[in-house]
């Protein structure tokens, strides 16, 4: 590592953790940069979570501190979340990426038309009540969520988003759900490829205090900018994307 690359790792960091509070994507800007750095795939996602862990842990108590926390529904969707990460990471030591990539757009994509579409708009509403098959539901939904995430991280936040606006919620708190079911299997899957070694700790604390950064500023973005504003920040982020996935890789 050169030490140019240090301040590179903070200045991408910190766009990357406002764009994964806000809506997602944020690893789309890190994981090639930490490839093109010299690190192989795989350490390359292993180092990546230093940088998410650290930046959900200030993005959570932004949220918290704001008084945008729905605990009942945290602890509904981060156990299954957390079980599918292990199984997630243990895929992740070797993966094809031309694959991912179009995968990847697809569901990102698919994300794009329903925030776009947006069919829940009517049923939105604060005081949410998840009926036992809803639970059930959300609870399956959330398992694939941390097999996805602790696979590869990437493009997770967009599929947390379409999850939860199906069942009626709002962007603000989609977010805090967001970031804390994410802090969560992250550490789990840290711990996957730490056990493998592949994690390279001084680029990713590098990278983990920019995205910190990052972390703080997107709770206070999200909660005085309210759900529509989000909302345009998700879809252009989609977009942008999408469109890279599918035509310059």
Same mark, same amino acid.
């Given at each position: 590592?050169?030490?140019?690359?240090?301040?590179?790792?903070?200045? #991408?960091?910190?766009?990357?953790?406002?764009?994964?509070?806000?809506?997602?994507?944020?690893?789309?800007?890190? =994981?090639?940069?930490?490839?093109?750095?010299?690190?192989?795939?795989?350490?390359?996602?292993?180092?990546?979570?230093?940088?998410? $862990?650290?930046?959900?842990?200030?993005?959570?108590?932004? &949220?918290?501190?704001?008084?945008? &926390?729905?605990?009942?529904?945290?602890?509904?969707?981060?156990?299954?979340? +957390?079980? %599918?990460?292990?199984?997630?990471?243990? =895929?992740?030591?070797?993966?094809?990426?031309?694959?991912?990539?179009? #995968?990847?757009?697809? !569901?990102?994509?698919?994300?794009?038309?329903?925030?776009?579409?947006?069919?829940?708009?009517? =049923?939105?509403?604060?005081?949410?009540?998840?009926?036992?098959?809803?639970?059930?539901?959300?609870?399956?939904?959330? &398992?694939?969520?941390?097999?996805?995430? %602790?696979?590869?991280?990437?493009?997770?936040?967009?599929?947390?988003?379409?999850?939860?606006?199906?069942?009626?919620?709002?962007? #603000?708190?989609?977010?805090?759900?967001?970031?804390?079911?994410?802090?969560?299997?992250?550490?789990?899957?840290?711990?996957? $490829? !730490?056990?493998?070694?592949?994690?390279?700790?001084?680029?990713?604390?590098? /990278?983990?205090?920019?995205?910190? !950064?990052? %972390?703080?500023?997107?709770?206070? +973005?999200?909660?005085?900018?309210?759900?529509?504003?989000?909302?345009?920040? #998700?879809? /252009?982020?989609?977009?942008?994307?999408?469109?890279?996935? =599918?035509?310059?890789?």
């Amino acid at each position: 590592m050169q030490l140019w690359q240090i301040p590179l790792l903070f200045v #991408v960091g910190i766009v990357a953790g406002i764009l994964n509070v806000l809506a997602g994507g944020g690893s789309l800007l890190t =994981l090639p940069l930490l490839i093109f750095m010299g690190l192989p795939s795989a350490m390359a996602n292993g180092t990546n979570r230093i940088a998410i $862990f650290c930046q959900n842990l200030f993005a959570i108590r932004g &949220f918290k501190k704001r008084g945008y &926390f729905p605990v009942d529904l945290v602890l509904l969707c981060t156990p299954p979340a +957390l079980i %599918g990460s292990w199984f997630g990471a243990s =895929l992740a030591i070797s993966m094809d990426d031309a694959l991912f990539n179009r #995968v990847l757009a697809g !569901i990102m994509l698919c994300v794009l038309i329903f925030t776009v579409v947006d069919p829940m708009k009517r =049923l939105r509403r604060q005081d949410i009540q998840f009926s036992t098959l809803r639970k059930i539901v959300l609870a399956f939904s959330f &398992f694939f969520v941390g097999v996805y995430g %602790g696979f590869v991280q990437a493009g997770v936040g967009f599929i947390i988003i379409a999850v939860l606006l199906a069942h009626g919620m709002d962007l #603000v708190r989609i977010n805090a759900v967001k970031v804390f079911v994410i802090f969560v299997y992250t550490a789990v899957a840290l711990g996957v $490829f !730490i056990y493998h070694g592949e994690v390279n700790y001084f680029i990713g604390l590098s /990278l983990a205090a920019g995205n910190s !950064i990052g %972390g703080a500023l997107g709770p206070k +973005l999200a909660i005085t900018k309210g759900h529509d504003w989000i909302k345009k920040v #998700v879809n /252009l982020t989609v977009l942008v994307f999408a469109l890279k996935l =599918l035509f310059f890789t």
